[in-house]
Protein backbone atom coordinates (compact mmCIF):
# COMPACT_ATOMS: atom_id res chain seq x y z
CA UNK A 1 0.00 0.00 0.00
CA UNK A 2 1.21 3.39 -0.50
CA UNK A 3 -0.18 7.06 0.54
CA UNK A 4 -0.09 9.94 -1.69
CA UNK A 5 -1.39 13.54 -0.79
CA UNK A 6 -3.63 14.78 -3.45
CA UNK A 7 -5.34 18.14 -4.36
CA UNK A 8 -8.87 18.28 -5.99
CA UNK A 9 -9.61 21.63 -8.44
CA UNK A 10 -11.09 23.25 -5.45
CA UNK A 11 -7.86 23.21 -3.03
CA UNK A 12 -8.91 20.70 -0.20
CA UNK A 13 -6.00 18.34 0.63
CA UNK A 14 -6.38 14.59 1.41
CA UNK A 15 -4.69 11.51 1.68
CA UNK A 16 -5.42 8.45 0.40
CA UNK A 17 -4.22 4.68 0.33
CA UNK A 18 -3.24 2.97 -2.82
CA UNK A 19 -2.45 -0.74 -4.09
CA UNK A 20 0.26 0.98 -5.30
CA UNK A 21 1.71 3.66 -7.63
CA UNK A 22 0.52 2.33 -11.24
CA UNK A 23 -2.84 1.75 -9.78
CA UNK A 24 -3.12 5.28 -8.38
CA UNK A 25 -2.11 6.71 -11.83
CA UNK A 26 -4.78 4.45 -13.11
CA UNK A 27 -7.28 5.37 -10.62
CA UNK A 28 -6.85 9.56 -11.06
CA UNK A 29 -6.65 9.32 -14.52
CA UNK A 30 -9.95 7.48 -14.81
CA UNK A 31 -11.55 9.91 -12.08
CA UNK A 32 -12.48 7.22 -10.13
CA UNK A 33 -11.08 9.26 -6.78
CA UNK A 34 -13.32 11.80 -5.50
CA UNK A 35 -12.65 14.68 -2.76
CA UNK A 36 -13.65 13.50 0.93
CA UNK A 37 -14.60 17.43 0.80
CA UNK A 38 -16.28 18.41 -1.79
CA UNK A 39 -16.74 14.61 -4.34
CA UNK A 40 -15.15 17.19 -6.51
CA UNK A 41 -13.41 14.20 -9.15
CA UNK A 42 -10.55 17.15 -10.50
CA UNK A 43 -8.16 15.35 -8.66
CA UNK A 44 -4.33 15.03 -9.05
CA UNK A 45 -1.26 14.12 -6.78
CA UNK A 46 0.10 17.15 -4.80
CA UNK A 47 3.65 16.60 -5.82
CA UNK A 48 4.53 20.44 -5.85
CA UNK A 49 3.18 20.94 -2.80
CA UNK A 50 5.22 18.85 -0.08
CA UNK A 51 3.90 18.85 3.13
CA UNK A 52 5.39 20.47 5.92
CA UNK A 53 6.60 17.52 7.90
CA UNK A 54 5.84 18.07 11.55
CA UNK A 55 9.77 16.72 12.05
CA UNK A 56 11.26 19.68 10.15
CA UNK A 57 13.00 21.84 12.37
CA UNK A 58 11.42 25.19 11.64
CA UNK A 59 7.39 25.31 11.74
CA UNK A 60 5.84 27.46 9.18
CA UNK A 61 4.87 30.22 11.42
CA UNK A 62 8.48 30.03 12.60
CA UNK A 63 9.98 30.32 8.83
CA UNK A 64 7.01 33.03 8.35
CA UNK A 65 8.54 34.94 11.24
CA UNK A 66 12.17 34.74 9.31
CA UNK A 67 10.31 35.70 6.27
CA UNK A 68 9.07 38.97 7.65
CA UNK A 69 12.19 39.65 9.38
CA UNK A 70 13.89 39.45 5.94
CA UNK A 71 11.33 41.30 4.48
CA UNK A 72 12.07 44.04 6.89
CA UNK A 73 15.92 44.46 6.92
CA UNK A 74 15.44 44.91 3.12
CA UNK A 75 12.77 47.45 3.54
CA UNK A 76 15.02 49.16 5.67
CA UNK A 77 18.08 48.72 3.70
CA UNK A 78 15.98 50.43 0.80
CA UNK A 79 15.02 53.21 3.02
CA UNK A 80 19.07 53.58 4.10
CA UNK A 81 19.74 54.02 0.32
CA UNK A 82 16.89 56.24 -0.74
CA UNK A 83 18.05 58.74 2.26
CA UNK A 84 21.38 58.59 1.03
CA UNK A 85 21.28 58.96 -2.64
CA UNK A 86 17.85 61.18 -3.03
CA UNK A 87 17.18 64.30 -1.74
CA UNK A 88 14.11 64.77 0.42
CA UNK A 89 11.65 67.50 -0.62
CA UNK A 90 8.52 66.64 2.46
CA UNK A 91 5.43 67.13 0.66
CA UNK A 92 6.60 69.05 -2.32
CA UNK A 93 7.74 65.65 -3.57
CA UNK A 94 4.75 65.95 -6.40
CA UNK A 95 5.54 69.53 -7.11
CA UNK A 96 9.45 68.37 -7.71
CA UNK A 97 8.81 65.23 -9.26
CA UNK A 98 7.17 67.34 -12.21
CA UNK A 99 9.83 69.79 -12.38
CA UNK A 100 12.43 67.14 -12.86
CA UNK A 101 9.94 65.30 -15.49
CA UNK A 102 10.05 68.80 -17.12
CA UNK A 103 13.28 69.31 -16.97
CA UNK A 104 12.76 72.33 -15.19
CA UNK A 105 15.49 71.51 -11.94
CA UNK A 106 18.20 69.14 -11.95
CA UNK A 107 17.71 65.87 -12.64
CA UNK A 108 17.93 63.78 -9.12
CA UNK A 109 16.66 60.93 -7.23
CA UNK A 110 14.20 62.55 -4.59
CA UNK A 111 11.65 61.59 -1.85
CA UNK A 112 9.04 63.31 -0.06
CA UNK A 113 5.16 62.70 0.66
CA UNK A 114 2.47 62.50 -1.88
CA UNK A 115 -0.98 61.96 -1.81
CA UNK A 116 -2.73 59.05 -2.99
CA UNK A 117 -4.30 61.64 -5.65
CA UNK A 118 -0.94 63.12 -6.41
CA UNK A 119 0.36 59.53 -7.05
CA UNK A 120 -2.33 58.98 -9.80
CA UNK A 121 -2.01 62.72 -11.16
CA UNK A 122 1.76 61.82 -11.34
CA UNK A 123 1.62 58.17 -12.86
CA UNK A 124 -0.98 59.78 -15.30
CA UNK A 125 1.15 62.59 -16.61
CA UNK A 126 3.56 59.30 -16.95
CA UNK A 127 6.04 60.54 -14.29
CA UNK A 128 7.35 57.23 -12.98
CA UNK A 129 7.41 56.80 -9.19
CA UNK A 130 7.90 54.17 -6.97
CA UNK A 131 6.04 53.81 -3.95
CA UNK A 132 8.04 52.39 -0.85
CA UNK A 133 6.85 50.65 2.42
CA UNK A 134 8.67 53.38 5.13
CA UNK A 135 9.58 51.65 7.94
CA UNK A 136 10.61 52.95 11.07
CA UNK A 137 14.69 52.74 11.76
CA UNK A 138 15.73 49.78 14.39
CA UNK A 139 17.51 52.43 16.02
CA UNK A 140 14.52 54.39 16.72
ZN1 LIG B 1 -12.46 19.26 -2.59
Redesign the pocket.
Known amino acids: MIVFQL??????N?DIWFKDGASADRQLARGLVE??????RK?AKALMAPRISSKSEKSPAASMTVMAKQMREQLVEVRRQIEANCDYVGDKFAEEARKIHYGETDARGIFGEASEEQHKELSEEGIEVARVPWLPRDDA
Open positions: NCGKGHFCPDCGDV
